[in-house]
């Protein structure tokens, strides 16, 4: 299987802060799935912890390299940019990832590099693989914090990104 490619400075063991959470499931393809995660407008329609999406200098609503955007989750207003960006194409696996951060004292300062990675497999299943890696004080205390809000939060993405992809499947089957 693919795996994250990440960027000096986060990588997951030397960072303040990691998660990762997985999904595969049958009856739906990358092509399902790419749309509703490479279009931030359609985040809240499906997750309940992002907010107010917005791209800047850009005409379409969909991500693309370099794109910079905003959007608030986890209490956090999130200024962010995407810094890989592979749409799905017959035999290799999508990826988009992006840095984002929020803040501007130590005390405050947070960044991210949060990746996404989904892939086809046989027989007709799909793998959805979110990862982010924090730095900074706020990054210290999501880490300590019980229940983890990193874990659950994007678990609550993963679950709503496969249901907005079976209902948009659903109504398109009938017609």
Known sequence: MSDIIWPAGYVPGFSDNFCSNEIIVAGLGTNDIWPWLNTPGLWPGYYANSANPRLYDHLGPALAQGVR???????????AQVVEHVPPTA???????????AGSTPQDRLDVHHAWLIEDLSAGRVRILTQETQQGKPAQALAQARPNPMINGHQDWLDGLVAAARRAQAQAARG
Do not use: C, M, N
């Open 69 to 79: 955007f905003y959007f608030e989750t986890f209490g956090f207003p999130v200024e």
């Open 91 to 101: 035999g290799q696996a999508a990826r988009i990832a992006w840095h984002g951060w």
